[in-house]
C-alpha cells in the first residue's frame, strides 16, 4: 500500500522569505500524481499544486514550487516571497495513475505559520 | 460557478445517536468521495461513487458507516450509533469523470459527546 511521510509537523517563516516542506512517499508504482494541498482555518482543501511523475521537470505555480526526486521518493514544496495569507496546514497527496478510483492518499500535514 | 458543498457545518451528537452528513457535488461532476480527517491528522479515505457504478466502501471504517448517492448527484453519508473516536471533520470532494483534481466542500465537523 501507498504511504504518505510528512515529517515536519509545524514550521515558520518570516513573512518575504522562503521556506520548504518536506514530504516522502512509498508506492510500487511507476505511474502517479504527487499533490500539495492547503487547508487554510477555514477546512476547505485548495490545491496548490501537482507533479506527474512521469514528467522530469519540476512543477512551479507562481511563487510555489517542487522538487521532484522520483528515485528517492521525495516531493517537496518551496514557498517563496511568503505571504501571511499563507499561513496554513499544508498536506502532501498521492495518487496513483491508472485505474478508477483515483481517492488521494494523504500525509498528516505541515502546519506552516507566517510572521509578520 | 458554485463549488461542492456540505451540511451542516458543524454536528454535535450524543454518543449512540445516528447522524447524517449531505454533500452536493459540483454539477457535472460524476465521482465523489467522502473523507475522514481526525485531529492531528491527514485525511482518511472512506468511500467513492463513480458514475452509476457500485461504490468503493474499502475505506469503511466500521459496518455503522454507510453512504449512498441518489441520482449521481447528492450524497449522504451516514453514521449509525455514534462513539467518541467518530468525532472528526469530514470532507467530500468531487471532479469530473476524467480530470485528476479533487474539489473539496468545506466539510462538517462532527462532535460525539
Known amino acids: 500500500a501507498q504511504t504518505v511521510t510528512q515529517s515536519q509537523p509545524e514550521m515558520s517563516v518570516q513573512e518575504a522569505e522562503t521556506v520548504t516542506l518536506s514530504c516522502t512517499y512509498d508506492t510500487s508504482e511507476s505511474d502517479y500524481y504527487l499533490f500539495w494541498y492547503k487547508q487554510p482555518p477555514s477546512r476547505q482543501m485548495i490545491l496548490v499544486i501537482r507533479q506527474e511523475a512521469y514528467k522530469q521537470q519540476n512543477a512551479t505555480e507562481n511563487r510555489f514550487s517542487v522538487n521532484f526526486q522520483k528515485a528517492a521518493k521525495s516531493f517537496s514544496l518551496k514557498i517563496s516571497d511568503s505571504q501571511l495569507g499563507e499561513a496554513a496546514m499544508y498536506f502532501c497527496?498521492?495518487?496513483?495513475?491508472?485505474?478508477?478510483?483515483?481517492?488521494?492518499?494523504f500525509g498528516k500535514g505541515t502546519k506552516l505559520s507566517v510572521k509578520p | 460557478g458554485a463549488g461542492v458543498s456540505q451540511s451542516p457545518s458543524n454536528k454535535v451528537t450524543e454518543k449512540g445517536k445516528d447522524v447524517e452528513l449531505r454533500c452536493d457535488p459540483i454539477?457535472?461532476?460524476?465521482?465523489l468521495y467522502w473523507y475522514r480527517q481526525s485531529l492531528g491528522q491527514g485525511l482518511e479515505f472512506l468511500i467513492y461513487f463513480q458514475g452509476n457504478s457500485a461504490p468503493d466502501k474499502s475505506g469503511l471504517p466500521s459496518d455503522r458507516f454507510s453512504a449512498e448517492r441518489t441520482g449521481g448527484s447528492v450524497s449522504t453519508l451516514t453514521i449509525q450509533r455514534t462513539q467518541q473516536e467518530d468525532s472528526a471533520v469530514y470532507l467530500c470532494?468531487?471532479?469530473?469523470?476524467?480530470?485528476?483534481?479533487?474539489?473539496f466542500g468545506p466539510g462538517t465537523r462532527l462532535t460525539v459527546t
Open positions: 470532494a468531487s471532479r469530473t469523470g476524467v480530470s485528476y483534481e479533487q474539489y
Open positions: 454539477s457535472g461532476h460524476t465521482a
Open positions: 497527496a498521492y495518487r496513483n495513475l491508472g485505474g478508477s478510483q483515483g481517492n488521494l492518499i
